[in-house]
């Protein structure tokens, strides 16, 4: 049986958790400026439906393979576990809403529509901060060392599992976009070698003709 070792780097959840901040901190500017214009919800319905599906499943990974292990291992204050399950579920109930009317919303460009799924994520946004920040202060230093190496790829495999074969590359594009260069050698590195040349060749390209496209 693996023990839990020295160590574990958790850095890349850091990486995942800018992109949560970023893309959702935009989204409702990106909901009420494509009011009317159906070409353009479109488009940000598509990316608002992959950022909806990476939050959700960002957090039910750690829901079945992070906070049950630490739960065993770590002395950690039932105060802190519980709060983590209650911002989870809060964000959750927000996500759950957005989805409810984005479908419709993409077809139609519906100005309340859009005002409603705007004003969801404005109030989801200081608890979805607030987790991010905690987390990274009070979960990550625990979990890197209390899990294992392959405990903790497991999270990373859950992830990776629920974005389609053709969306990796620009996700791959999501997650390094604020990276300095050392976070990004580090992560790279990590990388199969044919998917850090297909982000060279296509994924780089891909991502930043999609992300001036949603952007505007």
Not at 59 to 75: I, K, N, S, V, W
Not at 120 to 139: G, N, S, V, Y
Request: aromatic residues 4%; negative net charge; glycine residues 6%.
């Amino acid at each position: 049986m693996s023990t839990p070792g020295p160590g574990v780097d958790t850095h890349e959840m850091v990486l995942i958790h800018r992109v949560l901040r970023r893309e959702f901190g935009q989204l409702p500017r990106l909901f009420r400026t494509a009011a009317g214009d159906r070409a353009r919800s479109k488009v940000i319905g598509a990316h608002a439906r992959e950022m909806l599906t990476f939050l959700h499943t960002h957090h039910t990974g750690e829901d079945e393979l992070l906070f049950p292990l630490l739960r065993d291992r770590a002395a950690l204050g039932q105060e802190l576990m519980h709060r983590m399950d209650a911002q989870h579920a809060q964000v959750d109930d927000a996500v759950t809403a957005v989805d409810a009317e984005l479908s419709a919303w993409t077809a139609s460009a519906d100005a309340a529509a859009g005002e409603r799924m705007a004003a969801r994520i404005d109030a989801m946004m200081p608890t979805l901060i607030e987790h991010l920040a905690e987390e990274e202060q009070e979960i990550l230093p625990i979990a890197s060392v209390t899990l294992t190496q392959s405990e903790w790829d497991a999270l990373g495999k859950h992830g990776i599992s629920a974005i389609p074969l053709t969306r990796r590359l620009v996700i791959l594009g999501h997650i390094t976009e604020e990276t300095d260069d050392v976070e990004r050698r580090r992560f790279m590195k990590v990388l199969p070698a044919p998917a850090r040349v297909a982000y060279k060749l296509i994924g780089h390209r891909r991502f930043t003709r999609e992300t001036r496209e949603i952007r505007g």
